[in-house]
Each structure stands twice: as structure tokens, then as C-alpha cells.
């Protein structure tokens, strides 16, 4: 079945800063590949997302790019504030198997003052 | 709307009891489903459901069951729980079963097994 792995595990940045967010997986019939994000105590919520046909996609400050040869997709946020300081999840589903999705480990994010 | 909503928020239970978590979608949502959050793992698949009447088992099943009478309903079914089963549960829905649609999640039950 599909696996994503997701890197770093957490990751600290000064305000301002960019942050970057790697993903991994291993089925390459994944199609659909959304980010969340939960602050503490919190659910999910679903930040940005990218389907396997685009190779970029771009919300303001966050941004999301997918390279499909190398099964790898990432996000990045740019000109990080505090209120990003969360967890991060990336997950990936495959068109035969429905909306069923499987998420990394999550990167806590933290941004300091 | 009220979006997606689950209660209880929190429960205690001790091993062996049964239990059942709800969760409903005001959104005449087709897909719904049900994840696990424990520390370091993500959420991974509990049950899931493509409509009314039709459930199947994702990635981490043994332990728990579901129903879907309705559209708006899909309860999560502990039979005799155990302390394994202590996580941070969520439910989820989506306007269609299609891979690339989003999907919403519910605010979470707190679940511990003593």
C-alpha cells in the first residue's frame, strides 16, 4: 500500500524566514496530495493541496510543489509569523482506492519571535 | 452549517467496556470516515464510508465497527475497548468519494482506556 514519510520531524525558524516541509511516497498512482495543519488541541485543517496534474500551486504565503518523477512534494511557507508556529501534515490518496488518505507523521513548526 | 460535529470531546473508559463515538455532517456529504491521532504517527484510516449503506475497513480496523443508516450519520462502534485504543479520534467528510476531493475534519474525541 502507499506510505509517506515526511521530514523534518520538527523544525524551528526565525519570524521572516522561510520554512520547507518534504514529503515522500511510494505508490506512484497517488494523485491528490493535501496539507494540513492542527494547532494544539485542535483538528486538522486543510491549508493547500495539489492533484498530480500540477506542478505547482500557490496561496499567498504558502505554496506547495510536487515532482511525480521523484515521488516528492513539498511546502513551503514563506515570511513565517508565530500564528504558523503548528503541526503539518501531508497525506496522499490514489484514484482507485477513493478518498481514503495517507498522512505522514506531521512536522511541528516552530516560529520564533 | 455546523460543518462536521462530534461528541463526546472527551470519555473515560475502562478496558472492556464498550462505547460508541458519534459523529455527523450537515453538508450532504457522500464520503465520511474515520482516523486515529496518536503521538508521531499521523492520522491513519480507522473505517470509512462511500454513502449510505456502504462501509469498508481502511488501515486500522480490528477493534472497532460502523454503520452508515443515513447520510448525515456514521458512529464509531468500540466493542470491548482496550488500552491500545487510548488516541485522539477524528472524524472526516468529503462531498464526494473521488480521491481529490477535500476533506473536513470534526473537532476530535478524546478517548482514554484504563
Known amino acids: 500500500g502507499e506510505n509517506v514519510e515526511q521530514h523534518p520531524s520538527t523544525l524551528s525558524v526565525q519570524e521572516g524566514d522561510s520554512a520547507v516541509i518534504k514529503c515522500t511516497y511510494s505508490d506512484s498512482a497517488s494523485n491528490y496530495f493535501p496539507w494540513y495543519k492542527q494547532e494544539l488541541g485542535k483538528r486538522p485543517q486543510l491549508i493547500i493541496d495539489?492533484?498530480?496534474?500540477?506542478g505547482e500551486k500557490k496561496d499567498q504565503r504558502i505554496a506547495v510543489t510536487l515532482n511525480k518523477t521523484a515521488k516528492h512534494f513539498s511546502l513551503h511557507i514563506t515570511e513565517t509569523q508565530p500564528e504558523d508556529s503548528a503541526v503539518y501534515f501531508c497525506?496522499?490518496?490514489?484514484?482507485?482506492?477513493?478518498?481514503?488518505?495517507?498522512f505522514g507523521a506531521g512536522t511541528i513548526l516552530r516560529v520564533k519571535s | 452549517n455546523a460543518g462536521v460535529t462530534q461528541t463526546p470531546k472527551f470519555q473515560v473508559l475502562k478496558t472492556g467496556q464498550s462505547m460508541t463515538l458519534q459523529c455527523a455532517q450537515d453538508m450532504n456529504h457522500e464520503y465520511m470516515s474515520w482516523y486515529r491521532q496518536d503521538p508521531g504517527m499521523g492520522l491513519r484510516l480507522i473505517h470509512y464510508s462511500v454513502g449510505a449503506g456502504i462501509t469498508d475497513q481502511g488501515e486500522v480496523p480490528n477493534g472497532y465497527n460502523v454503520s452508515r443508516s443515513t447520510t448525515e450519520d456514521f458512529p464509531l462502534r468500540l466493542l470491548s475497548a482496550a488500552p491500545s485504543q487510548t488516541s485522539v479520534y477524528f472524524c472526516?467528510?468529503?462531498?464526494?468519494?473521488?480521491?481529490?476531493?477535500?476533506?473536513?475534519f470534526g473537532p476530535g474525541t478524546r478517548l482514554t482506556v484504563t
Open positions: 472526516a467528510s468529503s462531498y464526494s468519494w473521488d480521491s481529490s476531493t477535500k476533506q473536513y
Open positions: 495539489i492533484r498530480s496534474n500540477v
Open positions: 497525506a496522499a490518496s490514489i484514484q482507485e482506492y477513493g478518498n481514503k488518505l495517507v
